[in-house]
Every structure is written in C-alpha cells, then in structure tokens.
Nanobody
C-alpha cells in the first residue's frame, strides 16, 4: 500500500486557486511531520510548506507565504495545501512528504516518505 497519495492538481489561470490533498497511512501520519514540496522542470526540489501535526506549527517558503496554507485533518490522516493567487512560477510537480525528525522543516533531506506527486500548471 502507498504510504502517501496526493490528489487535487490541475491546470488553472494565474490568480486562481487549487487545493491539494495528501492521504497518509497511519505509519506516515504518526511521524508527526507532514510537508509539501515541489519541483519544476530543470529546477531543484524545494520545500513549500511544513506542518508539525501535534501542535499545528507551520513553516512556509517565503514566496508562498500569505498565498498558501497547509492544514490537517487528524481524524482522516489527511493534509491539505490550499493554494490561492497562483502564479505561473508555481507551476511544478507537487509532492507530499512525511517523517522529518525536526519539524517543521523545508529540507528534503529530512524526509523518509514521499508520494508520487500531482502536477500543478498555472498559465498566464
């Protein structure tokens, strides 16, 4: 069984919104650190938003702060990324990750579990 499954990607125009969902297994959700990363073609993967599930503490990439919100539903082992005011530079494959020991964290080296990704395309 897949530990992390993303959904909700798609194509939108600049200024639009999307909500990504990440369904986690009980194993991955119990790591208490759930985050979103993205990777655009030809670019390094970067951390977008991170959430420490016991406290709700969050951390965001500076360029998305105020536009993106990471949230949780503990009863369903779900994590979400609400993305508003989307820009063409937000276009990327978005990945859900879990497992960093120090959290919140936007360092991808810290994570043990990764989803398959969901594509987000923002047109101008």
């Amino acid at each position: 069984a897949q530990e992390l499954v993303e959904s909700g990607g798609g194509s939108v125009q600049a200024g639009g919104s999307l909500r990504l969902s990440c369904a986690a297994s009980s194993i991955t959700y119990s790591t208490y650190c759930m985050s979103w990363f993205r990777q655009a073609p030809g670019k390094e993967r970067e951390g977008v938003a991170s959430l420490y599930t016991p406290s709700g503490d969050t951390h965001y990439l500076a360029s998305v702060k105020g536009r993106f919100t990471i949230s949780q539903d503990n009863a369903k082992n779900m994590v979400y990324l609400q993305m508003n005011s989307l820009k063409p530079e937000d276009t990327a494959m978005y990945y859900c990750a879990a497992g960093a020991k120090s959290c919140p964290s936007l360092s991808d080296a810290s994570y043990n579990y990764w989803g398959q990704g969901t594509q987000v395309t923002v047109s101008s």
